[in-house]
């Protein structure tokens, strides 16, 4: 059986925030993991610990003091301001506890909007790529389950359902790896259970990496790979 290739690999990271009166906050120490493709692998640990620091590092939206980090092997840590924002655009998806849906835009509109913002330029244009972006709304969420509701408001779901819109709407562009932070915080444990059940399906329908961190101990044995960070370093 073939391994599976590495997605996401760091080495010897490091974060330090500076205090306004000078010294700094260590917050990751020497951080060495390796993220495998296609795969749910979760960062856990308690508030503070360092989880939602590494997960904004390894999803480009952070710098570290010090280390590498590489995505599907090239070095994120190398690229300019513009080439990471690249990376972003097009190949990293990002839920978050708060889903910032567009409150004027219903469900559809919704994973259209961030389809467009994600899209290259492949050559198709007017009928054909409108054709193009109905059929992947229409299958992003048929597969989070909410193809009967996709003319509604955001007002009109549940938190539940607003948060698969907010997975629906990461996957829409065909992301390599979506990062999820804390995406079933607001959730009550039912719900947040169906959510990283929701994840693991689509690690298998869409051959996607999914990267999220929680604090909630009944969520980690849904994980394929699981690190906990305890005061920034990696534990066990």
């Known amino acids: 059986?073939?391994?599976?290739?590495?997605?996401?690999?760091?080495?010897?990271?490091?974060?330090?925030?500076?205090?306004?009166?000078?010294?700094?906050?260590?917050?990751?120490?020497d951080i060495n993991i390796a993220i495998p493709e296609g795969k749910l692998t979760i960062l856990k640990g308690r508030s503070g610990s360092g989880?939602?620091?590494?997960?904004?590092?390894?999803?480009?939206?952070?710098?570290?003091?010090?280390?590498?980090v590489f995505f599907d092997g090239k070095e994120l840590t190398a690229m300019s301001d513009a080439q990471r924002e690249e990376a972003r655009r097009y190949h990293m998806g990002y839920i978050f506890q708060a889903v910032?849906?567009?409150?004027?835009?219903?469900?559809?509109?919704?994973?259209?909007?961030?389809?467009?913002?994600?899209?290259?330029?492949?050559?198709?244009?007017?009928?054909?790529?409108?054709a193009m972006r109905k059929e992947r709304v229409e299958e992003c969420l048929r597969k989070v389950g909410l193809s009967k509701r996709m003319y509604h408001m955001p007002e009109e779901l549940s938190g539940g359902e607003q948060q698969r819109v907010a997975i629906a709407r990461a996957l829409a562009h065909k992301p390599k790896v979506v990062f999820a932070d804390e995406p079933t915080g607001a959730l009550d444990t039912d719900n947040g259970l169906l959510v990283v059940k929701l994840f693991k399906e689509l690690v298998e329908q869409e051959g996607v990496?999914?990267?999220?961190?929680?604090?909630?101990?009944?969520?980690?044995?849904?994980?394929?790979?699981?690190?906990?960070?305890?005061?920034?370093?990696?534990?066990?």
């Open 1 to 29: 059986m073939n391994e599976r290739k590495t997605m996401i690999e760091t080495k010897g990271l490091v974060r330090s925030f500076p205090f306004a009166g000078g010294g700094s906050i260590t917050v990751l120490k």
């Open 51 to 68: 989880k939602t620091t590494l997960l904004n590092i390894l999803s480009a939206l952070d710098v570290p003091t010090d280390g590498k």
């Open 100 to 130: 910032a849906l567009v409150p004027v835009m219903n469900v559809y509109e919704n994973v259209e909007f961030s389809l467009r913002l994600a899209e290259r330029k492949d050559g198709k244009k007017g009928k054909a790529l409108e």
């Open 209 to 236: 990496t999914i990267v999220m961190t929680t604090h909630d101990p009944s969520l980690m044995e849904l994980g394929d790979i699981v690190f906990e960070i305890e005061d920034g370093e990696i534990s066990g």
